[in-house]
């Protein structure tokens, strides 16, 4: 009887660890490298919210969204920082890299992360290159709009940026979902002042803002779950394998 029992137990920690490893196998992980509108943010941020960290509420056990976006970071400095080559040597097949740079990119006249229109289109090749190279799949997303409404008309504020993310994704034929017009899109139906409400606009007093702040560019809450929320509608769009892998 006592033998008995100790083979069912062994038999049953055999399946859990059998059924442990089958789900880590079977688990792909959503890699997000680009800047702060898609970052994870620190506590004393709050509410500054980047989309990355909402993503994950909309997919099953069966991915696992690892953010390495970071603020001020660009297609040259992330690589120029290490940020990239971990991410590379851990990469598996079937994993996914959602890339989404431009914020920071067009600040050419910051030297140390700034970059022209040809590097920025040579940064982006490497980056899908390299991350087939490791048969993981690569996903473009153009820049997010600010919130930069001028006598009520939202207005471009990444000039050609987003144009080279759109080129390379057709060069290369590599799935692009076009934050630009998407976010342009739900800003204008939203218009000037009811689109307040995704971005980091917080009265004085606030604990992490004493003297308040108005913030054009980086998301509310409520901001990042709706920009999180267009990303999943492009990856439906895009029929996208992750897409099976949605609540």
């Given at each position: 009887?006592?033998?008995?029992?100790?083979?069912?137990?062994?038999?049953?920690?055999?399946?859990?660890?059998?059924?442990?490893?089958?789900?880590?196998?079977?688990?792909?992980?959503?890699?997000?490298?680009?800047?702060?509108?898609?970052?994870?943010?620190?506590?004393?941020?709050?509410?500054?919210?980047g989309?990355?960290?909402?993503?994950?509420?909309?997919?099953?056990?069966?991915?696992?969204v690892?953010?390495?976006?970071l603020?001020?970071?660009?297609?040259k400095?992330?690589r120029?920082?290490?940020?990239?080559?971990?991410?590379?040597?851990n990469?598996?097949?079937?994993?996914?890299?959602f890339?989404?740079?431009?914020?920071?990119?067009?600040?050419?006249?910051?030297?140390?992360?700034?970059?022209?229109l040809?590097?920025?289109?040579?940064?982006l090749?490497?980056?899908?290159?390299?991350?087939?190279?490791?048969?993981?799949i690569?996903?473009?997303?153009?820049?997010?709009?600010?919130?930069?409404?001028?006598?009520?008309?939202?207005?471009?504020?990444?000039?050609?940026?987003?144009?080279?993310?759109?080129?390379?994704?057709?060069?290369l034929h590599v799935?692009?979902i076009?934050?630009?017009?998407?976010?342009?899109n739900?800003?204008?139906?939203?218009?000037?002042?009811?689109?307040?409400?995704?971005?980091?606009?917080?009265?004085?007093?606030?604990v992490?803002?004493?003297?308040?702040?108005?913030?054009?560019?980086h998301?509310?809450?409520?901001?990042?779950?709706?920009?999180?929320?267009?990303?999943?509608?492009?990856?439906?769009?895009?029929?996208?394998?992750?897409?099976?892998?949605?609540?």
């Amino acid at each position: 009887m006592v033998k008995s029992k100790f083979y069912g137990f062994l038999a049953i920690g055999f399946l859990v660890l059998l059924s442990a490893f089958t789900f880590q196998k079977r688990q792909t992980t959503l890699y997000i490298i680009g800047d702060s509108t898609a970052a994870n943010k620190a506590a004393d941020k709050f509410p500054e919210t980047g989309w990355g960290m909402e993503l994950q509420s909309f997919f099953k056990d069966e991915v696992k969204v690892d953010n390495r976006a970071l603020n001020g970071r660009s297609t040259k400095s992330f690589r120029a920082e290490k940020r990239w080559q971990p991410i590379l040597e851990n990469l598996k097949a079937g994993d996914y890299v959602f890339i989404e740079f431009g914020h920071n990119d067009e600040k050419i006249d910051k030297p140390s992360v700034g970059v022209s229109l040809v590097d920025f289109k040579i940064n982006l090749i490497n980056y899908v290159n390299e991350t087939r190279s490791k048969k993981a799949i690569p996903v473009l997303l153009t820049p997010i709009s600010r919130r930069s409404f001028k006598n009520g008309v939202l207005v471009d504020s990444h000039g050609g940026y987003p144009g080279v993310t759109r080129q390379v994704a057709d060069s290369l034929h590599v799935p692009l979902i076009d934050m630009l017009i998407k976010t342009e899109n739900l800003l204008k139906n939203l218009g000037d002042q009811a689109s307040v409400k995704l971005f980091l606009h917080v009265d004085s007093g606030h604990v992490n803002y004493p003297q308040g702040k108005k913030d054009d560019t980086h998301l509310s809450p409520d901001g990042a779950k709706e920009i999180a929320g267009l990303v999943v509608q492009g990856i439906k769009e895009k029929k996208l394998g992750l897409a099976k892998k949605l609540k």
